[in-house]
């Protein structure tokens, strides 16, 4: 999106062949305001449901039922980070009011600040894999090990990575290490997205203290036990391990760094029950299309799937990382060292050098 000096998400055509023409390219990037009230539509449908029948479950002391419906909350709230993410880049509708509206009750209810976040995540797009990366820390040195990955996913479901992952989307920095310089992504953009991060990090902040009396008020101590377990924590547990995964198989152990047709991944969750469960967890609302994402952040949702065909009619993804899930897992999961990365990180001396330790190590795309 075009805009004021350090609002802009650019398009990345780092050493990709060619990219598609601007008339090629606009029936992609075209808002359609009835699909984009789809997966919000959706996504809300379905917590709600979560929660009448998690309740009803509390009620009846079915708490196996309550468990299964904590664990499903958990994907749904991961789908309210990807609704947030798309109002971010300006993508759910085609009215800015609406969109940030919409955008911000999403992150709103996930615990995150929707406009400071627009700010982190263009870094990410503008610098991917380079030293201003915000998410290197969590995306480098891939792959590094069944053990690595399986402790991480377990500590995230402990819920002790959730208040680093929430700092981030406050706007904490992350550290360089290797520039020996904090990344303070909001000192870096204009003053009216600066203004409004600040504004909606004390709304999130005011509607996280108010939540738990509203359940309070409703049902009584049983209402605001049920709120913790109900929402709460799979908001700490369940949803961060499946934000490190996602990320992980978006950009870990990728084909090469200097390209978002190898520095970023495209993962194909299959067809059947196991696929349809793999995009419920991890790809909601499209989000597996992630080297389109990068090569053109100004499409919608909706229409990733047609613009991977048509990037795919065209030869543009010869080479590139786009993999079944299931490789993506294999990838991932191998022991350190044994997947060849073409190319460096910019600005670091070698890919590996982003397993320094940072103080922020545990950040978010």
Not at 39 to 52: R, S
Not at 92 to 100: E, K, P
Not at 236 to 243: C, E, H, K, N, Y
Not at 265 to 286: E, K, M, Q, S, Y
Request: glycine share 8%; hydrophobic share 45%; aromatic share 8%.
């Amino acid at each position: 999106m075009a805009g004021e000096r350090g609002e802009e998400f650019r398009v990345d055509g780092r050493r990709v062949r060619r990219l598609l023409e601007a008339a090629q390219l606009a029936p992609f990037t075209r808002l359609d305001d009835r699909r984009g009230v789809l997966a919000p539509a959706l996504t809300f449908l379905a917590i709600a449901l979560l929660v009448w029948a998690g309740w009803s479950a509390w009620q009846a002391g079915a708490w196996a039922l309550v468990a299964a419906c904590a664990l499903l909350m958990g994907t749904q709230q991961h789908a309210l980070f990807v609704l947030a993410h798309e109002a971010a880049h300006y993508r759910l509708f085609s009215s800015r009011a609406l969109n940030d509206a919409i955008g911000r009750l999403a992150a709103t209810l996930g615990g995150i600040s929707m406009c400071t976040y627009r700010v982190t995540h263009r870094l990410h797009h503008n610098h991917l894999y380079g030293t201003q990366d915000p998410d290197l820390a969590l995306n480098a040195g891939y792959p590094r090990g069944r053990a690595y990955l399986v402790r991480k996913l377990l500590i995230d479901l402990s819920g002790r990575t959730a208040p680093r992952t929430y700092a981030y989307f406050f706007g904490a920095p992350a550290i360089d290490t290797d520039a020996r310089r904090a990344l303070r992504p909001l000192d870096d953009t204009s003053p009216a997205l600066r203004t409004a991060a600040r504004r909606d990090r004390w709304v999130v902040v005011a509607f996280h203290l108010g939540a738990p009396l509203v359940a309070l008020l409703l049902g009584g101590w049983r209402g605001l036990a049920a709120y913790a377990v109900l929402w709460l924590l799979p908001l700490a547990t369940v949803l961060q391990a499946l934000l490190r995964l996602r990320a992980v198989a978006e950009h870990g152990a990728p084909a090469g760094y200097e390209s978002p047709l190898t520095a970023a991944r495209t993962n194909l969750p299959g067809r059947g029950p196991l696929g349809w469960l793999v995009r419920l967890a991890l790809f909601p609302h499209h989000v597996n299309y992630h080297i389109e994402h990068h090569l053109y952040p100004a499409v919608p949702h909706y229409r990733l799937a047609a613009l991977h065909r048509r990037l795919d009619t065209e030869g543009l993804l010869q080479g590139a990382e786009v993999r079944p899930f299931t490789d993506t897992l294999r990838r991932v999961f191998a022991p350190r060292g044994s997947v060849v990365v073409a190319g460096r990180h910019e600005g670091l001396a070698h890919p590996e050098a982003a397993d320094a330790p940072r103080p922020n190590q545990e950040i978010r795309t």
